[in-house]
């Protein structure tokens, strides 16, 4: 971790590192993204939405969404 500025008088800031890791196993909680495809244009915005249904409250999940050209499901 490089700490890049602190408050003024300070030379240190608490924090919390959080590890997850990544693999290729069935997730414990598999999120849903809706919707599942749509088409865009280049430059105009589009809206889509990311939930966890199943996920624990107060547990922590890591996920992302990956955008593609169309040319892979």
Same mark, same amino acid.
């Given at each position: ?8 008088? +300070?030379? =240190? ?8 890791? !990544? ?7 598999? #999120? +849903?993204? =809706? ?8 430059? !105009? ?7 966890? #249904? ?20």
């Amino acid at each position: 971790m490089v700490q890049y500025n602190t408050s003024n008088g +300070t030379s =240190s800031q608490q924090h919390t590192l959080l590890l997850r890791k !990544v693999g290729q196993t069935t997730p414990a909680v598999r #999120p +849903t993204v =809706s919707p599942a495809n749509q088409p865009v244009t280049p430059g !105009v915005p589009f809206g889509l939405t990311v939930a966890w #249904p199943d996920a624990a409250r107060g547990e922590r999940y890591l996920g992302f969404v990956e955008y593609g050209d169309g040319s892979r499901p």
